[in-house]
């Protein structure tokens, strides 16, 4: 419950781009995504339970971004893909 109560406030600043999607997923994409497939059938429980369909929206709307963004994009970790890295 926790967890989603932080991905949700995550999900809603990227909607009102406060900040960038591509920061959320390098930082808590994949967080994000394990999250939302274990929490989305407790989840749509809760909103039939108590007429909320608002119920985690913004999980589920930023958990939806990531993956339209990795399908696009791909996805590599990021000890791969920024090996090169130095300061």
Known sequence: MD??????????????????LDMVDDLIGGVTLVFWSRAKAWAERIRIQTGNPKYFEWCEWLAERITERRVKLGHEPAPTRDAAWRE
């Open 3 to 20: 967890f989603g109560v932080r991905l949700e406030t995550a999900g809603y600043m990227v909607f009102r781009r406060i900040v960038k």
